[in-house]
């Protein structure tokens, strides 16, 4: 495993790791000078992810690494922690979401239950809001509100990665969902989870709606975060569209409907 995974890290970059992204379009859109450090961001975000999902022998170490920098700790120069720190002299990259960030790595590598509804929005906002709010450092946001908004957008898109990855997640024996929501709603397993799929995608969308605040209180890159989330929120409506999981798959927006959705983003655009 530690062998595959070491080689897998080795061809990696961070173009090959966005092209199938849903992010990847929205990137395309920032100025020129943020698009390599978006990229940088996402995938360093994205190899301890990885790492951690891959259960790769070296991500405690590595996520240990993390947070002693962010901390402003003697570390241990890793991958992470030296593109950390060249981010971190060009942005007010805020260290508080880098140790939360791990707080989220952490609780998947203890493969902590997700009791409550309050653990799923802790966790998500964990793992993706921190992204949100790292991102704000990078675009730079003139409003004291814009980091809080930009969080909830992310902890919107880590909602939407459970819903999506629902089955995937459960052939590996990873379970997203709150034990209370499943005693409410029944385990959600394909054919018998729309009422649980209804209730979590309504709790996305109220987050993305209160979230998209954030966009025009960006600096820079406002184009690129709206579309970002515009494609992001549209794998709730696929989920939607493939009848609320009647079968088991992940939810997949077609090529063709991504390629119209983009287009009609740049239309509003010129508008």
Request: charged share 30%; with cysteine.
């Amino acid at each position: 495993m530690s062998s595959t995974i070491g080689a897998t890290e080795q061809r990696r970059d961070p173009a090959s790791v966005l092209a199938s992204s849903t992010l990847s379009a929205g990137i395309r859109l920032l100025p020129r000078d943020l698009q390599a450090d978006a990229r940088k961001l996402y995938y360093v975000l994205r190899m301890v992810d990885d790492l951690v999902d891959e259960h790769d022998p070296r991500a405690a170490h590595r996520v240990e690494a993390i947070e002693r920098w962010a901390n402003n700790e003697e570390e241990s120069e890793t991958p992470e922690t030296r593109a950390f720190a060249e981010l971190s002299r060009q942005y007010p990259l805020s260290r508080q979401a880098v140790i939360e960030f791990c707080q989220g790595m952490r609780h998947d590598l203890a493969q902590a239950a997700i009791e409550t509804e309050d653990d799923l929005e802790r966790y998500c906002h964990y793992v993706g809001g921190t992204v949100g709010i790292m991102l704000a450092g990078l675009f730079g946001t003139s409003h004291p509100d814009g980091e809080r908004k930009m969080a909830l957008i992310g902890t919107a898109m880590q909602r939407t990665n459970i819903l999506r990855d629902i089955d995937e997640d459960h052939a590996h024996g990873r379970i997203y969902i709150a034990r209370t929501t499943i005693e409410r709603f029944g385990f959600p397993a394909p054919g018998v989870r729309e009422d649980l799929l209804r209730d979590q995608i309504a709790r996305a969308d109220r987050l993305y709606e209160e979230g998209l605040a954030a966009i025009p209180l960006l600096s820079r890159g406002a184009r690129g975060m709206a579309l970002s989330t515009y494609l992001y929120r549209e794998i709730l409506r696929q989920i939607e569209r493939d009848g609320y999981g009647h079968t088991p798959s992940r939810a997949t927006v077609p090529a063709w409907r991504r390629r119209l959705l983009i287009a009609k983003h740049h239309l509003r655009i010129r508008a």
